[in-house]
C-alpha cells in the first residue's frame, strides 16, 4: 500500500473541502490514489460539502470564552451573515472555543479530537454542519491566552448572545492584586483593543520587516522636503514614535478617555490594587479580517441558484 502523506492529504482536502480525518481514511481506502479518494469521498455522501468547499467563506461568528487565568477566541467562516442567526451554528462556534479552550489551539490537532456527544471528529462533524446547513465553513484561526495569576478578561462587539459576536477579543493581566478588580480593567482594556485595532503589544513586539518598511517609506517622505540627512534622521525618528502610538496597544492612547496612554493606565490601576499588573498579552479577531470577498450581481446569483 503506498505511503499516505500529511501532502497528499492537504492536496485531497483542499481538492474537496472534506475534514483531514475523511482525507485520510479515503486516501488509505483508495491506495493513495487522489482521483479515486474523490469518488470515494463523493459516494460516502460526502460531495454536496466538497462541492461548497470553493466558495468563499467570509461570514460567521468570533467565539470568546474566558475561565479566570485561561481564555480562548475562535472564528469560524461561513457564506452568509444568516448563518450567524442559525442557533445550529450558534452552538458549533460556542462549543468549538469551549473545545479550544480546554484542548489549545493548534487546529490541525484538533480537528481530530471528539466532537462532544456525537461520535464523530471535529473534522467530520463540521462536514456534517457544512452538508447540514447547506453552505461552506471553515475554522479559520483560534488562540488561548493565559496567565499564571491574574485574569484573562474578554470582550464580544456587535454580540448575536454572550460571547459570540464579529469582534472578538481577549486581554491578559498578569497580578497578585483582587481579581475583580482586575477583571474590571480586563474589560475596559478589551474594549478599547476592539475600537484601537492595536497590531503589537509593544515596541519590541513589531514585526522587523513591518518596521523596516514603516522605516523607508518615512525616510522617503522625510527627503522630499529638501531637508539636509541629519535632519530626515530625526524627522524619521519623531515619525516613528507616532507610528509606535498608533500600532503598539501600551503607546495607544485609551479610548476611555482620550488622553492616557494605556502603559499608564494600567499602571494607575495597580497603584489602586495595590499589587503590579502587567499586561502581557492580547487578542483581536474581526470576522473576515483578511479574507477576499468574492463580489456577485445578486440577479446572476439567483439564476446560478435556479439553475442548479
Known amino acids: 500500500m503506498a505511503e499516505i502523506t500529511a501532502s497528499m492529504v492537504k492536496d485531497l482536502r483542499e481538492k474537496t473541502g472534506a475534514g483531514m480525518m475523511d482525507c485520510k481514511k479515503a486516501l488509505n481506502e483508495t ?122 478578561a474578554a470582550y464580544v462587539h456587535n454580540a448575536v448572545r454572550p460571547g459570540l459576536g464579529r469582534i472578538g477579543v481577549l486581554v491578559a493581566l498578569e497580578s497578585e492584586g483582587d481579581p475583580a ?18 497590531q503589537f503589544l509593544n515596541r519590541e513586539a513589531v514585526d522587523a520587516g513591518a518596521l523596516e518598511h514603516e522605516r523607508k517609506v518615512l525616510s522617503e517622505q522625510a527627503r522630499e522636503s529638501g531637508k539636509p540627512e541629519n535632519i530626515i534622521e530625526k524627522m524619521v525618528e519623531g515619525r516613528l514614535r507616532k507610528y509606535y502610538e498608533e500600532v503598539c496597544l501600551l ?3 485609551y479610548v476611555l478617555d482620550n488622553e492616557s496612554k494605556i502603559q499608564k493606565v494600567v499602571d494607575a490601576a495597580a497603584k489602586d490594587i495595590g499589587a503590579p499588573i502587567a499586561l502581557t498579552g492580547f487578542a483581536r479577531f474581526n470576522l473576515g479580517d483578511g479574507i477576499e470577498k468574492e463580489e456577485k450581481d445578486f440577479a446572476a446569483e439567483v439564476a446560478q441558484q435556479l439553475n442548479k
Not at 43 to 68: C, D, M, N, W
Not at 144 to 149: F, I, N, W
Open 31 to 152: 491506495a493513495g490514489d487522489l482521483d479515486a479518494a474523490v469518488d470515494w469521498l463523493r459516494k460516502k455522501g460526502l460531495a454536496a460539502a466538497a462541492k461548497k468547499a470553493s466558495r468563499v467563506a467570509a461570514e460567521g461568528l468570533v467565539g470568546v470564552r474566558a475561565e479566570g487565568t485561561r481564555g480562548a477566541v475562535v472564528e469560524l467562516n461561513a457564506e452568509t451573515d444568516f448563518v450567524a442567526r442559525n442557533d445550529t451554528f450558534q452552538g458549533l462556534v460556542e462549543t468549538l472555543t469551549g473545545l479550544v479552550l480546554a484542548e489549545g489551539d493548534d487546529l490541525e490537532a484538533l480537528q481530530g479530537k471528539a466532537y462532544p456527544e456525537t461520535g464523530r471528529t471535529v473534522a467530520e462533524e463540521l462536514t456534517h454542519q457544512v452538508a447540514t446547513i447547506g453552505e461552506n465553513m471553515n475554522l479559520r484561526r483560534a488562540q488561548v491566552l493565559a496567565v499564571s495569576a491574574g485574569v484573562i
Open 181 to 198: 478588580k482586575l477583571a474590571n480593567l480586563g474589560k475596559s482594556l478589551a474594549m478599547h483593543v476592539a475600537a484601537a485595532a492595536p
Open 251 to 253: 503607546e495607544q492612547i
